[in-house]
């Protein structure tokens, strides 16, 4: 009886970090779809963006529903954010993601910059949701990742 009490947080566990990494696939390729429906739905209206540059300069918080408006706005095909090896660490209803990212601009082939993102999610009534992001930015030392490797 044990055993099958010691395996069923762990079962809960690995079907979180599953349902996160879903919730952030689904908005990167809302992001390479430029669907702006398929992005919100990943994350709480109030979800903000905080950036660091390569200098360690914090830049001024960005509304993502502002950014997702901006994306969707475009023309062609959108950026393609690939992302690699994520760290995930749930806390019953909170999650956190941090992981190493490249970015595209789509219709380009080379990597515009890369850094690392590091998501806060919250498991509601309605499942994992975004509700904070904060990345870095650099635009050297990007160490392209293969899209059939990516977690």
């Not at 702006?36 to 709480?44: D, E, G, K, P, W």
């Not at 999610?121 to 899209?147: A, E, Q, V, Y």
């Amino acid at each position: 009886m044990a055993t099958l009490a010691a395996v069923a947080p762990v079962a809960r566990a690995q079907s979180d970090e599953r349902a996160v990494k879903a919730v952030l696939g689904k908005m990167f390729d809302g992001m390479r779809s430029r669907d702006s429906a398929m992005m919100r739905s990943t994350m709480v209206p109030s979800t903000m963006l905080d950036r660091v540059s390569a200098t360690g300069t914090l830049g001024e918080p960005i509304v993502m529903n502002a950014f997702i408006d901006r994306v969707a706005a475009g023309t062609g095909p959108g950026g393609d954010e690939q992302i690699k090896d994520p760290k995930i660490q749930i806390d019953g209803p909170m999650a956190s993601v941090w992981t190493y990212y490249t970015f595209t601009p789509g219709g380009k082939t080379a990597i515009d910059h890369c850094g690392v993102d590091a998501f806060l999610l919250r498991k509601g009534p309605d499942g994992w949701k975004i509700f904070h992001i904060s990345d870095t930015s650099r635009n050297d030392g990007c160490t392209p990742i293969s899209t059939k490797a990516h977690s």
